[in-house]
């Protein structure tokens, strides 16, 4: 390269810096607000006498479902309209919402709080990616991406520690209720939602790059963001999909109200065997706006829909891996809550060891899975599989000793191996996914990749361990105490079939790659 490219080739500025510190506070606060609620579970639990499906519920479906849903419209808004504006408007509805939380005095509203800060999550990482490739040239991009991607580990660890030490102080200073009647874990709600307001109003004092710029393309966004959202959203968030599927014809309504009838009655006989309504009503309502989505996307674009949910492979991938992040967040929900109440661990203690685990084994799973994943699919279009095969068995028998053992160390140790050896598989499942389609289908086979592993991990992994400690669980004094050692080694049952669902992949994988162009439509 010559010394006049070099010059005229676009740099990062110091302003670009100071722009990616800013967001990865904002990525912190995202999921500081995500995860406390793991650590306040114990209280939560005991002052408004739920159950443990009912905490699982909260820790999943509750905020998984709702983020999965808006973060494909919110996406589009985000290509389309002021990425400082949506993200400074993101960050104060989900850190409101979970101030909100502090007041709940039931499990329907602190629900409805959980709700939209999933909504209000669902605009962090569309705008940050998008306002990060404007503000950093190609070469500087992937650094930048990960730096930003730090906050997640920080943030879920930092969760922890911050939520044990106001809970524990809150009730220390107020025994009987602080201001308002306030107990701990209110005010640990509190404590972490309200700062996000203050960095909201800083995220908007950021200056809005021009789209393209670092790149030398000019890109021309839609003329009417908001008409081209509330599109989106007809084809994703019920009911707007009814009018969705109208609009392409009385032949796809009846479909699309056949499909809503028949998730309805499944989802009716779920709340008759567990009992448990707001699980399964999330859920019903999940699965039935991926079938609208996809059934959108046949009409849209049958390209794209052919290499997406035509192809087995990239199904059994994605939910193969869905199934890996099944386990990885019932962990994240349930292993302090376990640690406390099973092994009697201080709260304070559990929270500093279990936050810096999971961002230390977090982080290196990630990046030694990734380096790996690479190495092997030099070998073997199919090699990434592999790794994400390991991320399915690796974390097995650390789950068995960890939740089995009575020592706090082993207990901590096996938790650690447990999170890195799952953390590994999450890089070559998205890789593989993006090796099966063409390059213009990248983002909407992301948005798939996301809504699959969100909705079959987050919606189901907290969730399923609770309602298994219940069921082995015993009524003492007329409250029921679940079996949560029972609950987390239940995980072990995914195995199976996630192996299975892999071993079909990784035979698949190399001739759905070698036939994209030629399924596509696009190439001879």
């Known amino acids: ?114 709700m939209g800060v999933g909504i209000g999550e669902a605009t962090a990482s569309p705008t940050a990616y998008s306002l990060i490739s404007d503000y950093f040239p190609k070469q500087r991009r992937a650094t930048a991406l990960a730096i930003y991607s730090s906050g997640l580990y920080l943030g879920g660890g930092v969760s922890l520690l911050i939520g044990a030490q106001i809970v524990q102080g809150w009730n220390a200073a107020f025994p009987e209720g602080g201001p308002l009647g306030l107990v701990g874990w209110q005010a640990a709600f509190l404590a972490v939602g309200i700062p996000g307001l ?18 030398g393309v000019a890109a021309v966004s839609s003329p009417t963001p908001f008409a081209d959202f509330l599109g989106d959203l007809s084809a994703i968030v019920p009911p707007f999909t009814l009018i969705g599927a109208w609009r392409r014809g009385p032949g796809a309504f009846l479909i699309n109200l056949g499909v809503a009838a028949l998730v309805a009655l499944l989802a009716l006989g779920m709340i008759h065997i567990t009992g448990n309504l707001p699980q399964w009503l999330a859920v019903g309502l999940g699965y039935y706006a991926v079938f609208s989505w996809a059934s959108a996307l046949r009409a849209r674009d049958p390209a794209t829909f052919r290499l997406i949910w035509g192809t087995p492979a990239f199904i ?151 309602q298994i400690s219940d069921f082995a669980g015993e009524v003492v004094n007329g409250k029921l105490v679940g079996d949560l050692r029972t609950g987390i080694l239940s995980l072990i049952g ?25 399924r596509a439509g696009e190439g001879s």
């Open 1 to 114: 390269m010559d010394e006049d490219q070099q010059a005229t080739e676009p740099r990062a500025s110091g302003y670009s810096w100071y722009v990616l510190g800013v967001l990865v506070l904002v990525y912190i606060l995202n999921f500081i607000d995500r995860q406390v609620v793991s650590i306040l579970a114990v209280d939560i639990k005991s002052d408004l006498d739920l159950t443990d499906a009912d905490m699982g519920f909260l820790g999943g479906a509750a905020f998984g479902v709702f983020y999965a849903l808006f973060g494909i419209p919110l996406g589009r808004l985000a290509d389309n309209w002021n990425r400082v504006r949506l993200l400074s408007l993101g960050l104060a509805l989900w850190s409101a919402m979970t101030a909100l939380s502090g007041f709940a005095r039931n499990q329907v509203s602190l629900s409805f709080a959980r």
């Open 316 to 466: 059994c991938t994605t939910l193969g891996y869905g199934l890996v992040s099944l386990v990885a967040y019932a962990l994240a929900f349930w292993s302090a809550p376990y640690a406390e109440t099973v092994l009697g661990l201080p709260k304070q203690e559990l929270a500093f060891v279990l936050g810096a685990n999971g961002a230390v084994s977090g982080f290196l799973g990630v990046i030694i899975g990734g380096r790996v994943a690479d190495a092997l699919r030099a070998k073997n279009p199919a090699g990434r599989i592999y790794v994400i095969l390991f991320g399915v068995l690796a974390p097995m028998i650390p789950l068995w000793v960890g939740y089995t053992t009575p020592d706090p160390t082993l207990f901590y140790t096996m938790n650690f191996l447990a999170g890195m050896f799952g953390a590994a598989a999450l890089g070559a499942a998205a890789a593989t996914t993006q090796d099966l389609v063409l390059p213009r289908m990248r983002g909407t086979a992301t948005a798939s990749f996301f809504l699959g592993t969100t909705l079959v991990g987050l919606s189901f992994g907290a969730y399923l361990v609770g």
């Open 494 to 518: 995914v195995t199976p079939i996630a192996v299975a669902l892999l071993v079909y992949a990784l035979r698949a994988v190399p001739a759905a790659e070698a036939t994209m162009l030629k």
């Open 198 to 215: 203050l960095v909201a109003l800083w995220v908007a004092t950021l200056r809005e790059p021009v789209r393209g710029a670092m790149d």
